[in-house]
């Protein structure tokens, strides 16, 4: 038997367990004054479900489960066996996809919005790498069915109150905002077509990891109109100087003015919550889905994000036969569980005791034992019965480390 | 897209959510206080620990996780693809094999004896039926490292706090115990040999499916010498009559006198608690590693058992060189959670208010509701801010039946 958990994944020591407890359970009860219900769907979904669109990275990052019994036989007598057909489950690639699935299963009996809450692991068949695990948790808010800024600024004020309750203010976090459809009024501005809207957008998406000039050549050397290209990079440099008032005038013929009516909305209120949410029109996200606004959470910090989302409008539509508008965000819980490890978190302490018994004692003498610790456990302390080792300091040095500080000899 | 969790498995609605949340936080907190310890494992092993043993009827019920990229277009390349040699991992079957395999790879940073808590999600690919799933969520605690009844003694003391704490008092739950051992003597005193062990075992197992005449047949029909199978059952029946004091006298020559005084130990001391520990010699267990003490939780108003567990001192064995003596007692979660939605139980009542806001809101006023918001959630109410929709009546009945009991209009 092999002691090593499998590759890519990983046991979590008692010691991070009690930091991802403690987070875990701020982030919940955060969320759940803002009246976002807890919800939880199988960690596997059907085969179809998650490998039915259109060709994205993602796909090739499932894991999948083997069919059983008489239908795993039958796949294996053909003459030419298919990998396809031999599977007919797959792991959560994230819980955007099983949400939008659990909504449609279930509306009959969900209010209306619904305000979903999902801390859970997802799994992703990467090559493993430090820090990066095929195991990981992902901790997202949605709100399913309002349409009007109220679901963006409910999600911002949540998370801004969770990050502001673990000490994040220290880092100085920001919001960066976009929506999907002022990036598609710049480019019909400009001459592009819908159908080149979502090309553009994935390599633009590139712009944290290759830069601007990354960014100029691979749309160069892409399939667009080179002079399109750099006629959009250039105004997209103007865009980047404007405020969002000067862009309502300069994309008034392209776009719904309430699109940018709707960012200043959530910018100016948020304001005063002494929240920073900064219009970047460079922002457009790597996920297909989303429809409308964007935005991602970041700081000075650290250079990855940590955290995220959009509008997703269009997805509930692939499982009911009916369009419903849909939001989310996700914290990067791993990144901050990472962020507190290394910043030497404490979390609060809770006074942990150790009885410590001899071999030898008779059944009056433990009867004692036990009923001191019920007493003290019923005053809400942590009582922890051990039999002393042979090397008794070597094995409270042991208990130490998880925190004990009082050790009681019986 | 299909909107149906795959078959066998299910989403969780909210108020079953809320039920479940609030049963976890009491039971992880109860075990807390008695100095278990939270951890967590990967939801997948690899496949060759879950099915490396002596083909237990559980191998069949493991869902396995097919190979990636070039490793699997080398099998899929083989003239006969065979169903092993397609997979590498496979999701855990239960939550103790894990908890071995963890040991054995964090030992060095465990205390002596290691106190662990899991509450997790475990798969069987089993033939859906009605209440039985092929994911459901399994609470252990387990103490890896004590020999003596002192790990008895807090496994009982602490699922009976819990038991009692969320109401089940009212059933007059009780536990019965066995000690492997005992059973070994008394076969032995008959005349049946150590290899025998097992196999008498799995048939006595099934006497409350079966009844005692099930099992007489099934023993009979068995490769045993059938007059030791009939004085067998005769003494076993003598000895369900008799106190663990007459066994004592019965067994001198067969058993350890230790054995039965270590479960008069642990029926004297957990009496004072008010707890009813009953000797039971018929009690056998399902599963093949236990070695010596094993136990049930049951109640005279359900057939089957609420709990139950026992001692595998020869199981990490497998995992390190080393003996470690090994214990731990599982709570049947998925089995609580429905007889406390029969007899619809409730949970603490909290405050949740409902901000009605209607559509024409300008930004200030909206403002006005999200500080207002934001001032009665620090005072820890919950508010959740919601457009109303042309069905008013209808949206807010949904809120309703969440536990909104307050709706202000803005």
């Known amino acids: 038997m092999n002691k090593n958990p499998v590759n890519g994944m990983r046991d979590i020591s008692i010691n991070e367990m009690n930091l991802r407890i403690f987070l875990l359970s701020e982030l919940k009860d955060t969320y759940k004054k803002f009246g976002f219900n807890e919800i939880r769907t199988p960690i596997c979904e059907s085969i179809s479900n998650l490998i039915s669109n259109e060709g994205w990275e993602n796909e090739k990052l499932i894991f999948k489960i083997q069919k059983r019994g008489e239908k795993l036989k039958k796949v294996l007598s053909n003459n030419e066996v298919k990998e396809e057909d031999l599977v007919d489950m797959g792991l959560r690639y994230d819980l955007t996809l099983p949400l939008c699935r659990y909504y449609a299963n279930n509306k009959k009996d969900l209010p209306m919005p619904f305000k979903s809450l999902q801390c859970d692991y997802v799994y992703r068949a990467d090559r493993p790498q430090l820090g990066r695990y095929r195991e990981f948790m992902q901790c997202d808010i949605d709100i399913i069915g309002e349409s009007s800024n109220l679901a963006e600024i409910d999600l911002i004020l949540a998370t801004s109150t969770f990050l502001k309750k673990i000490g994040f203010d220290k880092y100085k976090f920001y919001y960066e905002i976009n929506d999907r459809k002022i990036l598609k009024a710049i480019q019909n501005k400009i001459g592009f077509s819908d159908s080149e809207f979502q090309n553009i957008c994935i390599i633009q998406d590139k712009y944290d990891k290759i830069g601007i000039q990354g960014v100029k050549e691979e749309l160069l050397n892409s399939n667009f109109d080179n002079d399109l290209v750099l006629k959009y990079l250039d105004l997209l440099n103007d865009v980047n100087k404007m405020s969002l008032e000067e862009l309502k005038k300069l994309l008034h013929d392209n776009i719904d003015v309430n699109v940018i009516e709707n960012l200043l909305d959530i910018i100016e209120i948020t304001k005063e919550f002494n929240i920073d949410v900064k219009f970047n029109p460079n922002l457009v996200r790597g996920m297909g889905y989303y429809t409308d606004t964007i ?116």
Do not use: H, W
């Open 295 to 410: 935005y991602e959470i970041k700081t000075d910090n650290f250079n990855s994000s940590i955290g995220g989302g959009g509008r997703y409008n269009d997805l509930i539509k692939k499982y009911l036969n009916e369009s419903i508008p849909a939001i989310g965000i996700s914290i990067g819980f791993e990144r901050i569980v990472n962020i507190l490890l290394n910043d030497n978190y404490k979390i609060p302490d809770i006074e942990k005791e150790l009885y410590c018994v001899e071999n030898t004692l008779d059944r009056n003498s433990k009867l004692k034992v036990f009923k001191n610790a019920m007493k003290e456990r019923d005053n809400n302390k942590i009582i922890n019965i051990i039999k002393n080792s042979k090397n008794k300091r070597f094995q409270r040095e042991g208990f130490e480390k998880l925190g004990y500080n009082k050790f009681l000899d019986c």
